[in-house]
Nanobody, 130 residues
Framework: QLQLVESGGGLVQPGGSLRLSCAAS??????????MGWFRQAPGKEREGVSC????????NYTDSVKGRFTISRNNAQNTVYLQMNNLKPEDTAVYYC?????????????????????WGQGTQVTVSS
């Protein structure tokens, strides 16, 4: 059973930055062949997909509200996936979750779609407030 552990959340002022990390809980479990994604859920709102990245990092998807501000990346040698969040806004406040899928991203027109996920982390809180 793959377990994912997020870190890097916290309180930041509007316009600030945070970098979230996601790692497999067991060193022997490799994330190399998984599509990885980030989701978020704000209080009283539905869960929202933020971004996903293919196993080889050649396919990436972002939800429109974070394009140009967030960057997803992965380091397979370190078995870690990152979400760099810049120019944070109060509406980015949410619990952020990491997820892994054994299914590849698929093409839809000019975009690559994120798959359904098989494993989820416990989440890390991000609060953007002055």
């Amino acid at each position: 059973q793959l377990q994912l552990v997020e870190s890097g959340g916290g309180l930041v002022q509007p316009g600030g930055s945070l970098r979230l990390s996601c790692a497999a809980s067991r060193f022997t479990f490799s994330l190399d062949f998984y599509t990885m994604g980030w989701f978020r859920q704000a209080p009283g709102k539905e869960r929202e997909g933020v971004s996903c990245i293919s196993s080889s990092s050649d396919r990436i998807n972002y939800t429109d509200s974070v394009k140009g501000r967030f960057t997803i990346s992965r380091n397979n040698a370190q078995n870690t996936v990152y979400l760099q969040m810049n120019n944070l806004k109060p509406e980015d406040t949410a619990v952020y979750y990491c997820a892994a899928s054994a299914t590849a991203m698929r093409r839809y027109g000019d975009n690559w779609l994120c798959p359904e996920y098989d494993y989820w982390g416990q989440g890390t809180q991000v609060t953007v407030s002055s």
